[in-house]
């Protein structure tokens, strides 16, 4: 629920330098696994399991949407339609046409179910109608995933709607509640159209009604107004991601609730689990919820805190009840956080910062209950156990300064990942500007003595909504290209590439440092040991199916990714295995923001220079 949004005047933070609940998470279990994934950005194999929680989740959310006074039981999915919201996810005006609610008739009396029955049926009928359409969407977010990993043909898909149905009926128990309380004491409130100012996704404008709530009645409360009232705060499924976090006044944390219970007067917080709840994590998720409790009495002045905590299990279904902390617990868990944020995010701290010295495995039974902890390691589990210390990886990565690649005439040189820097700063007129491309010229030309560049730009704001471009780029202009990536094409023609680091300006300040276009090194030499490799396909613009493979390697100094055409890749590509070190030659470099990554072209080479198990190539 977004109570408080990012305040751009005040925010020095910024979005990706938040920490969560999450983050703060991982780095307890393992600083080093905090460092892999949030540092050098390793990235999970995606399994179906993590696609399946979130589509479970987006079908009960749109179930919660959908109202039985205005959806009937079999009605198409899309009977409610998307909620029309700005791109920072504030809502449209009330004015605007798309107001889903707005275009459906409300059903007559009797068409609206009338018993917790009656609404238990329509319920479970719109859980099978929203899931397999959620399901679908997370099956081709899967497809597309270049982590990809498991088999979806796996998915139990009775399993997931089960799960949507277990939720439901824990909304319908406080359905229930609510019907049994006569509405609780929001009731005539909300007969009389009064809207909070973050209402509950249910396709109507977010402004209070100017007469009664559509759908309201006058005699006793009804089931179906029951629904109304009772329903919970949660991210509409349409909002555009990421913009309905609470932020903390300060803004170093932020978090983002599943279900908000406020029909009683008071808050209670939900978190589901579209899970069992008997591993690890689900001592993460006692830890996530205090976080979150922390974060409502914040965002409240500090003069509300929660009325409950609580985990929804859906797979084993049962409802875990957190003890809601104290003021003065509240404030020392910020305090904590606090701490924690200054220590990863305030200045990125170092690998030997972050030692690999996991924390001892927690146990629990379905349903989250503590039990006796597992005899196992975390090291026994992680990804990254072929590459970690912790695991059986080397302490470092030992990596020559050069090395002999089969066929060369001599030692090449190779670079340490952490060194590279594909970023430059160059000084030259505009020669050429042509065609455009939306609000931005299609393709620019500068000149720099006897050299030119194309300037591409793919980025025209910054991530403050700033413009990246802050010059008319007519021919004859002089320009200062400030942090462009500097790469050269197929054709042999310089490129800098335009994304949110870089900026093109009016080159008036002489004393501003430039290079020149031709004292930037094009082509780069790594190796590193192999953290995995990855594959993505997908059909392009003109209908032509494209494929990329790619690889994560890591030195002793750094991480990135080495990606290409998958038939640029010579036959070593195949043989490589999790572990293994390899050598890159002739490589270009691409960037965006602050992610460097290799480009592996026609001219590129990929040797393995030893084995995981030791051998050498
Ligand atoms: S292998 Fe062990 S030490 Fe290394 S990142 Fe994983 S949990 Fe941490």
Redesign the pocket.
């Known amino acids: 629920m977004p109570v408080h949004r990012a305040d751009a005047q005040h925010d020095v933070v910024g979005p990706y330098n938040r920490l969560s609940a999450s983050q703060a998470n991982t780095y307890l279990?393992?600083?080093?696994?905090w460092f892999?994934e949030k540092v050098y950005r390793f990235k999970m194999p995606q399994i179906p399991v993590l696609f399946i929680g979130r589509a479970v989740e987006e079908a009960l959310c749109r179930v919660l949407r959908d109202s039985p006074s205005l959806v009937s039981a079999s009605a198409p999915s899309n009977a409610l339609g998307p909620s029309p919201f700005l791109e920072d996810g504030q809502p449209e005006e009330e004015t605007h046409p798309a107001w889903p609610a707005r275009n459906l008739m409300p059903l007559f009396p009797h068409e609206r179910p009338s018993s917790r029955a009656e609404l238990s049926e329509w319920a479970r009928a719109r859980c099978a109608m929203h899931l397999p359409p959620a399901l679908e969407r997370m099956k081709e977010a899967w497809e597309k995933d270049e982590r990809r990993a498991g088999d979806w043909a796996e998915v139990d898909e009775a399993m997931c709607l089960e799960m949507v149905v277990n939720g439901v009926h824990f909304h319908l128990d406080e359905v229930e509640r609510c019907f049994e309380k006569g509405g609780g004491p929001l009731l005539s409130a909300w007969r009389c159209g009064d809207r909070p100012l973050h209402p509950a996704p249910d396709g109507y404008p977010f402004p209070s009604f100017a007469e009664n709530h559509p759908l309201a009645t006058d005699a006793g409360i009804t089931w179906a107004e029951a629904w109304e009232v009772a329903r919970p705060w949660f991210v509409d499924p349409d909002a555009p991601g990421f913009t309905m976090n609470a932020i903390h006044p300060e803004h170093w944390f932020q978090g983002e609730y599943d279900l908000v219970y406020r029909w009683d007067g008071t808050a209670r917080i939900v978190d589901i689990k579209a899970s069992l709840g008997a591993n690890d994590r689900s001592g993460d998720y006692v830890e996530q919820m205090r976080d979150y409790a922390m974060l409502w009495y914040v965002t409240h002045e500090r003069k509300e805190s929660v009325a409950g905590l609580e985990i929804w299990y859906l797979k084993h279904p049962s409802i875990k009840s957190v003890p809601v902390p104290s003021n003065e617990e509240l404030e020392l868990i910020e305090g904590e956080l606090e701490g924690l944020w200054k220590r990863l995010r305030q200045q990125t701290p170092s690998l030997e910062d972050c030692p690999?010295?996991?924390r001892p495995v927690r146990g629990f039974s379905a349903g989250g209950v503590p039990a006796t902890a597992p005899d196992e390691?975390?090291?026994e589990r992680?990804?990254?156990?072929a590459v970690?210390?912790?695991?059986s990886?080397p302490e470092q990565p030992s990596i020559p300064s050069s090395y002999q690649l089969p066929g060369a005439s001599s030692l090449t040189p190779l670079e340490p990942i952490g060194s590279l820097d594909p970023r430059v700063t160059v000084r030259g007129e505009v020669f050429s500007v042509r065609g455009r491309h939306g609000q931005r010229p299609a393709i620019v030309h500068i000149k720099q003595d006897t050299y030119d560049a194309q300037i591409q730009i793919v980025a025209t704001e910054d991530s403050e909504g700033q413009s990246t471009v802050e010059v008319e780029l007519e021919r004859g202009v002089p320009l200062l290209v400030r942090n462009a990536v500097f790469s050269v094409n197929w054709k042999g023609e310089i490129v800098l590439k335009i994304d949110p680091m870089a900026r093109v300006e009016h080159d008036t300040d002489p004393s501003e440092e430039s290079s020149s276009l031709f004292d930037k090194q094009a082509k780069h030499n790594i190796a590193g040991m192999v953290v995995y490799t990855y594959e993505k396909s997908g059909i392009g613009k003109t209908g032509k199916r494209w494929s990329r493979k790619g690889m994560m390697i890591m030195d002793a100094t750094g991480a990135t990714k080495v990606e290409g055409w998958a038939d640029d890749w010579n036959h070593q590509y195949d043989l490589v295995q999790e572990g293994d070190t390899v050598a890159l030659a002739n490589l270009g470099l691409d960037a965006w923001a602050s992610d460097v990554r290799g480009d592996y072209t026609r001219q590129s080479t990929l040797h393995i220079m030893e084995r995981v198990n030791g051998s050498t190539a």
Do not use: I, M, Y
């Not at 279990?29 to 696994?33: F, G, H, Y």
């Open positions: 279990a393992c600083p080093r696994l892999f690999p010295s996991p390691v975390r090291c992680c990804d990254w156990r970690c210390p912790g695991g990886g």
